[in-house]
């Protein structure tokens, strides 16, 4: 059974800090890009960050300079570290793993960013 759950979310003061983690199992997970995705309230899912398999990395314009993404192999999990938090960063964060016709998501992690 596929399961990738993350954690770390919850309120923050703008400008502070989250680390979300996110660990899988069910799934060989060195061979899985690995992405964080959110959907805040009214509005359509929007990928946040992106890693692959290889470990090249892609950050969306709205994070960039603020969010890191990272992957431990080892551990089947995949991190984001976001700092300098605005209240726009609001919203339910989720984990997807994808490897060719393959595709699971997590549950969600609420971050709410408070100014």
């Known amino acids: 059974q596929v399961q990738l759950v993350e954690s770390g979310g919850g309120l923050v003061q703008a400008g502070g800090s989250l680390r979300l983690s996110c660990a899988t199992s069910?799934?060989?997970?060195?061979?899985?890009?690995m992405g964080w995705y959110r959907r805040a309230p009214g509005k359509q899912r929007e990928l946040v960050a992106i890693i692959s398999s290889g470990g090249t990395t892609q950050v969306a314009d709205s994070v960039k300079g603020r969010s890191t993404i990272s992957r431990d192999n080892a551990k089947g999990s995949v991190y984001l570290q976001m700092t300098s938090l605005k209240p726009e960063d609001t919203a339910v964060y989720y984990c997807?793993?994808?490897?060719?016709?393959?595709?699971?998501w997590g549950q969600g992690t609420q971050v709410t960013v408070s100014s």
């Open positions: 997807n793993a994808r490897a060719r016709v393959f595709d699971y």
């Open positions: 069910g799934i060989i997970f060195s061979i899985y890009d």
